[in-house]
């Protein structure tokens, strides 16, 4: 169920979507499909929103979006480097005028100290300009960090065609 937050930064979304008559792809990781189901709860989604993968496992990023394997062994899946190539990946596989795309650690396990629980690294796409990353730092339980990470997205989507 989605959250009044949430709700609201989907429809301000949506409306920049169908003005700017752009669509939309995600690829996600951490969130394991949050953002696509909150996207796809708006009536009418289907006239902006071309898709998702929720690419969880490294071999599903490599084989479904293109990532590099030698980049995923170098910078791991949770860095700027995978999130700029899983929304390049996604921008093309839909054929989509912007993709984004999640990867992070939302937790319990599998933190270090480089990479700590709640790191999450997004990353913008449109078709005119190279991608962008962003990193943030959450804390919180793993709904947390994931609830986190899915308003978060919709802002960077909704600052980038604001």
Known sequence: MMNNKITEQCEQLAAL???????????????????????????GSS?????????????????????DATQLEQFGAVSSQVAEQLADGAQSVFNASMALSITGIAGPSGGSPDKPIGLVWFAVKQVTLESRSFKKIFNGDR??????????ALQLMIDSLS
Not at 17 to 43: I, P, R
Not at 47 to 67: E, H, I, P, T
Not at 143 to 152: D, G, M, S, W
């Open 47 to 67: 006239q902006w929103f071309m898709g998702s993968v929720v690419c969880y496992s490294n071999n599903a990023k490599r084989d479904l979006l293109n990532v």
């Open 17 to 43: 979507l169908l003005k700017q008559n752009k669509t939309l792809a995600v690829a996600e990781s951490c969130s394991g499909g949050w953002l696509s189901k909150v996207l796809t709860d708006l009536a």
């Open 143 to 152: 709904e947390k960090v994931r609830q986190q990470a899915v308003e978060t």
